[in-house]
């Protein structure tokens, strides 16, 4: 640690402890489940691909299929391949078709066909991860090639116009006028779809939908701006609702670098079940830490409906909470883009001490994260020259507590659709405070005993003191309270619910078994 806010370590191991009692109960009942997204995501390693003339995917079709027949608590896998093995086909997408025309049935096989399947599993799986494994080996080429960004924080932009073929052009010209990290943002409603679109989609609304294609093109036109640029640019996209897992891995398999991947918001802000939530999330994890992808964590949705001075001790918590879960499914500091935000009232006396205090709070417990560090929304009026102020007292508030990854603000944040001009204006906000600044962050040191320093010690104190109810009543019992984002969120209501097994007691999960045997 920079020893900046002089945090007392004993208390800081102490939140760490605390966030592990907290969650191991979760990582066990994730252990001990699945859902339809999960075992779509291992079929979708495995091969399947495409969609019916409705648009419904095959692997949608074809986890439906086996459900019926023998149930999902067994895993898909091996009732798939001993089908096809009884078929004495090869084509796992095939076999999809006839299922949904319902010329095979499923079973679940014991003994030698049983093991044969199982074998046969793993073989298809494992070529789909040795994919993912070569699209990170070729990231790892290209950053070589290219280089990264000369700065930190990276700068990171949004571009969403609901067709990827406007898209495309918009992020190139926002590369070239300085952004690090292009984020595509799903179109409205996405994360309640239960299952991903098929092909190039031209009509999203309030952002472009998230489909592999859709990954793969705009992964290729960037990789074109990289080579231009002479220097390697990022690309985002969310795996998060009810198709978590396999907006995971068709990130891994499209050489994305970053995802937005936190349950919680899921959870509190789209209402899916808490269980379905966290069962998917820690598979989905376990493929970004393989794909080498950084998460993107979003605590600061919180602040969008609770008091951002009040509730900033649910941030902290929620953090450590996720550091916690990350490590557990095999992600590196590195890849731990934490979420926090610049989100206080500004009409609150000393609000930018405060916002000082919390994002070098952040900084502080996590010295080895990349820290996402998001602008302010909550109270943005629409008077574009106080956005555009207020924008630039966050992206000072960044250099000077030396965050990772800076969201780009815009101005006319909760007017319209930012205009390419007004990315422009943005972006010069961002070069000129960046530039200006320096390193800054090494010569910003709070006062000992000052107003930075007690509050920063004052919120971790109030994290410990959650996390301490939060161990004492679980995790899934403050949520159901609404202690995040004063959303209340019972384990046992929400949408996807119905899409979530026990496992049996012979359950196979190939991706599992070869992910967590590389951890």
Not at 16 to 32: F, I, K, T, Y
Not at 117 to 130: D, E, K, N
Request: net charge negative; glycine share 10%; with cysteine.
């Amino acid at each position: 640690m920079t020893g900046k806010l002089d945090l007392d370590p004993v208390l800081v191991a102490r939140a760490r402890e605390l966030a592990r009692r907290a969650g191991q109960p979760v990582v066990d009942l994730a252990r001990s489940h699945t859902t339809v997204s999960v075992e779509r995501a291992v079929l979708r390693l495995a091969g399947v691909s495409g969609a019916d003339p409705d648009g419904i995917p095959w692997v949608n079709r074809l986890v439906d299929a086996v459900a019926a027949d023998v149930g999902l608590g067994h895993g898909v896998a091996v009732p798939v391949f001993d089908a096809l093995a009884r078929e004495g086909i090869t084509d796992v997408t095939l076999l999809a078709q006839k299922a949904a025309a319902g010329s095979v049935r499923f079973t679940q096989p014991t003994g030698r066909a049983a093991t044969a399947a199982r074998s046969a599993a793993r073989r298809a799986v494992g070529a789909g991860i040795r994919r993912i494994d070569r699209r990170r080996a070729e990231r790892d080429r290209l950053i070589k090639r290219h280089g990264d960004p000369k700065q930190r924080p990276w700068i990171y932009l949004i571009v969403a116009t609901g067709d990827i073929y406007e898209d495309i052009p918009q992020a190139q010209a926002a590369a070239r006028a300085g952004a690090d990290v292009i984020a595509v943002i799903r179109s409205t409603g996405q994360s309640l779809l239960d299952y991903v679109p098929e092909g190039a989609t031209r009509e999203g609304f309030a952002g472009t939908y998230a489909t592999q294609e859709n990954f793969r093109l705009m992964r290729a036109a960037l990789d074109e701006s990289s080579k231009e640029l002479g220097r390697y640019v990022r690309l985002t996209n969310y795996a998060s609702g009810l198709c978590m897992p396999e907006m995971a891995t068709l990130a891994g398999l499209e050489r994305l670098d970053m995802m937005l991947n936190d349950s919680m918001y899921g959870i509190l802000f789209r209402d899916i079940n808490p269980v379905r939530t966290f069962v998917d999330q820690r598979f989905s994890r376990q493929v970004h830490a393989r794909a080498g992808i950084i998460i993107n964590t979003g605590e600061d949705n919180y602040l969008t409906t609770a008091d951002a001075v009040d509730e900033a001790h649910t941030v902290t918590v929620s953090q450590l909470l996720n550091e916690f879960f990350a490590h557990e499914a095999g992600l590196a500091d590195w890849q731990l883009g934490l979420g926090h935000a610049f989100e206080i009232n500004p009409e609150v006396p000393e609000s930018f001490r405060l916002e000082l205090a919390h994002a070098l709070l952040a900084r502080e417990l996590f010295p080895d994260a990349p820290l996402k560090w998001m602008p302010p929304t909550k109270h943005m009026t629409g008077d574009v020259f106080r956005g555009n102020l207020l924008d630039g007292f966050f992206n000072l508030a960044g250099a000077l507590t030396g965050q990772g990854i800076l969201l780009v603000g815009m101005m006319t944040e909760a007017v319209v659709t930012p205009w390419l001009s007004d990315r422009d204006i943005a972006l010069q906000n961002v070069r000129y405070v960046l530039g200006a600044a320096g390193g800054l962050h090494e010569d910003f040191v709070p006062a000992p005993g000052g107003f930075i320093r007690r509050r920063a010690n004052q919120v971790l104190g109030e994290a410990l003191d959650l996390l301490e109810r939060i161990g004492e009543q679980t995790l899934l019992t403050a949520i159901a309270e609404g202690t995040f984002g004063i959303m209340k969120r019972p384990a046992d209501r929400g949408k996807g619910l119905d899409g979530v097994a026990a496992h049996e007691a012979d359950y196979c999960n190939p991706a599992t078994d070869i992910l967590e045997a590389a951890a």
